[in-house]
């Protein structure tokens, strides 16, 4: 019976270090259903997403404790199941470039969760660009409710950005599921 994993990785960025996670993955002979990595700073984050046998993801649940310890990670490991996406007609994709300033980011997720908007990703950057302040610059990729009003949705966002002084766009798309 097939079992998941999601494992996360942290710790000081240097090359080879995420090849580390992936060849001990492969060699327990998990598959990588998916993953993000990311650099803060200085310091890098892994997640994945695994797959396999129960042996398979004991043997990574038992092994990467000692790998993160010889290449001085911070690991955090969680059974979980397989994902039962949520049936929903319309995703969205949320862009959104503000001066950046502390608060904001929570500003546009309250915005979503207050309407029962599920957040599938969130990636935002802050960017300095010469002599102007530094700009953040937020995405958020979204599936909306069964019976979200798009219209409605898209007026509310647009006010939220103009209260801000945010420049904000909304791309929305069928789902195929």
């Given at each position: 019976?097939?079992?998941?994993?999601?494992i996360?990785?942290?710790?000081?960025d240097?090359?080879?270090?995420?090849?580390?996670?992936?060849?001990?993955?492969?060699?327990?002979?998990?598959?990588?259903?998916?993953s993000?990595i990311?650099?803060?700073?200085?310091?890098?984050?892994?997640i994945?997403?695994l797959?396999?046998?129960?042996?398979?993801?004991?043997?990574?649940?038992?092994?990467?404790?000692?790998?993160?310890q010889?290449?001085?990670?911070?690991?955090?490991?969680?059974?979980?199941?397989?994902?039962?996406?949520?049936?929903c007609?319309?995703?969205?994709?949320?862009?959104?470039?503000?001066?950046d300033r502390?608060g904001?980011?929570?500003?546009f997720t309250?915005?979503?969760?207050?309407?029962?908007?599920?957040?599938?990703?969130l990636?935002?950057?802050?960017?300095?660009?010469?002599?102007?302040?530094?700009m953040?610059e937020?995405?958020?990729?979204?599936r909306?409710?069964?019976?979200?009003?798009?219209?409605?949705?898209?007026?509310?966002?647009?006010?939220?950005c103009?209260?801000?002084?945010?420049?904000?766009?909304?791309?929305?798309?069928?789902?195929?599921?």
């Open positions: 019976m097939e079992q998941f994993l999601v996360t990785a942290m710790g000081q240097r090359p080879g270090i995420c090849d580390e996670v992936v060849r001990l993955v492969s060699q327990c002979e998990c598959n990588i259903v998916d993000r990311g650099g803060f700073g200085c310091e890098f984050t892994l994945m997403l797959s396999g046998s129960q042996s398979a993801i004991t043997q990574v649940e038992t092994r990467l404790p000692l790998l993160a010889q290449h001085d990670l911070i690991t955090l490991l969680k059974r979980t199941r397989r994902y039962e996406p949520i049936n007609d319309y995703n969205a994709d949320f862009n959104i470039s503000v001066e502390t904001l980011i929570e500003k309250h915005f979503l969760a207050t309407r029962q908007i599920d957040l599938t990703a990636s935002a950057n802050t960017r300095n660009y010469d002599d102007t302040p530094p953040l937020i995405f958020i990729s979204s909306l409710p069964d019976g979200c009003h798009i219209i409605e949705l898209q007026e509310a966002f647009q006010a939220l103009e209260s801000l002084d945010a420049k904000g766009t909304i791309n929305f798309s069928q789902n195929n599921q």
